[in-house]
């Protein structure tokens, strides 16, 4: 039975959620995550990505605070990560997006519940200044970790990165350059090859694209901020990163959970590529309601645009003609 079937009606409401969207794949509740997963049973769950307030200080609506307190702050954070823990199957995996600030605190945390660390992924964050005596904010930190040995671990590849003057590969692959795959091999995030993922096609010619296995580095990830390409005003992200995240560590008819769902973009990729998915949003949950029911109507040109793309899409796609990665 899916964690889902479990929550029944009465059970929701008792707890104050309220069901907003449900597809065969997902449902997504209206609530405050700890609620939600109050009511998860205990190791149901393969893959969690959390994508939390950073405690900046944004709007995110009525009854969401982003000012806290550290210790309040941390607290609360050991509150949802320690029930994140409970819910993940052993060998499931949980992702976490966040500042590197709080990101090693998180981290601290988790190696005291026995998780184990697998990476710290740094997501380039473009155009970020620097604040009294700092050095320029660079990445975003995606902490990842598993509960013991993982279950799933799917080899991702993404396009070799080259210089956008003169095309050259930025990395020094030595040796281990004529074991990249040839473009065809693999198909992971071909979807998003280069003219998904950069502004100008120019920049890489995809017939030439090589893959690689993906690296901790991620700099191929456009951010979500010009309101042209954003449903929402706070912290969409783009949708090549958590298909990424979903490929790699978890399989098609799994459970993805995200308690913090915003404009749904972790359901958007999960029912993409076929897996279940629940979730919880405190705040608005109307962009993710829209852009999932546009998914199920075929009505992706708005949301594929916050990949970054300047190319329009083809408004008229269902979910089933689009491409399914691969990763073997
Ligand atoms: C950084 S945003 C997530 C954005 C999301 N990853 C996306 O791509 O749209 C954090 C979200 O968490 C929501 N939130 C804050 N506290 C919450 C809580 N206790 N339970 C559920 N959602 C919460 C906020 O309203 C906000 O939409």
Known sequence: MLPFQVITPEVASQQGLQQVYMSKHGILYLGDCLKLLSVLPDESIDLIFADPPFNLGKEYGEGVSDRMEVDKYLEWSQQW????????????????????????????????QGMWFRHWIACRMPKAF???????????????YTKGEPTVFNKVYTP???????????????????????????????????????????????SEVLWTLTEEMWTDIPPVRHRRHKKRVPNELAPIMLERIIAMASNPGQIV???????????????????????????????AVERLTDLANGVLEQWESARGSKKPKPNKTTASQLPIPFST
């Open 257 to 287: 959970f995200d308690p913090f769902g915003g404009s749904g973009t972790t359901f958007y990729a999960a029912e993409r590529l076929h897996r279940y998915w629940i979730g919880s949003e405190i705040g608005d949950t109307n962009p």
């Open 81 to 112: 990560i320690g029930e994140c823990v409970r819910v993940l199957k052993p060998g499931g995996s949980l992702f976490i997006f966040n500042l590197p600030k709080w990101c090693i605190e998180y981290g601290a945390y988790l190696n005291r």
């Open 130 to 144: 620097p604040r009294g005596k700092k050095m320029s904010p660079a990445h975003y930190g995606l902490i990842y």
């Open 160 to 206: 070799i990165q080259v210089c956008r003057h003169c095309g050259g590969e930025i990395r020094d692959y030595g040796g281990h350059r004529k074991k990249l795959n040839e473009k065809g091999i693999n198909l992971m995030d071909v979807w998003d090859t280069p003219e998904d993922v950069w502004d100008d096609t120019a920049e890489a010619n995809s």
